[in-house]
């Protein structure tokens, strides 16, 4: 029932500013010149997101050495992302979407059905920016398990 993202390798990434935990503005035109890996994920706390997180945490040294920065994108409050990342320890930035701005401009929002009964919410995804601010990699419906790995070998083989 998921339709394809909005956007596609080769295009000039949507720009944006959102809050994070501590409610500072973080806007993505401050990354030009970095590898920058959007990582959007359905919510705060759920088993698959909480692994998610966890991994990304786990090789943010890594990711900052290739010369990358994550950022994680969901539609949880900074409320919520600021009780997530103090309960796991969690050194990854998450930023807040509650509007749903970003996660429609990327096409991650969409219409979803679980059990018969339909609703909208995120298609877990991540989307691999180059330093010049364009898509490099889009992974779509994404499956947790090894999925940082697969990020982090995808961005060393684009250095190379």
């Known amino acids: 029932m998921t339709k394809p993202l909005k ?5 000039k990434a949507p720009l944006f500013c959102l809050l994070d935990k501590d409610e500072n503005e973080i806007c993505l035109k401050n990354f030009i010149g970095k590898w920058v890996i959007l990582y959007f994920y359905p919510k705060d706390n759920t088993k698959g997101c909480t692994i998610e997180a966890i991994d990304f945490t786990a090789q943010l040294s890594d990711f900052s050495k290739l010369g990358a920065v994550v950022l994680g994108i969901s539609p949880d409050s900074v409320s919520s992302h600021q009780k997530f990342t103090d309960k796991h320890e969690l050194k990854v930035q998450l930023l807040s979407d509650t509007e749903h701005i970003v996660l429609e401009k990327y096409g991650i929002w969409q219409e979803k059905s679980m059990y018969g009964r339909t609703y909208f919410g995120v298609v877990r995804s991540t989307i691999l920016l180059n330093p010049e ?8 419906k994404v499956r947790v398990t090894n999925h940082v790995e697969n990020v982090k070998n995808r961005l060393i083989e684009l250095q190379q």
């Not at 601010?133 to 779509?140: C, K, L, M």
Request: no cysteine; glycine share 16%.
């Open 7 to 11: 956007v596609k390798v080769g295009d």
């Open 133 to 140: 601010g364009r898509i490099a990699e889009v992974w779509e």
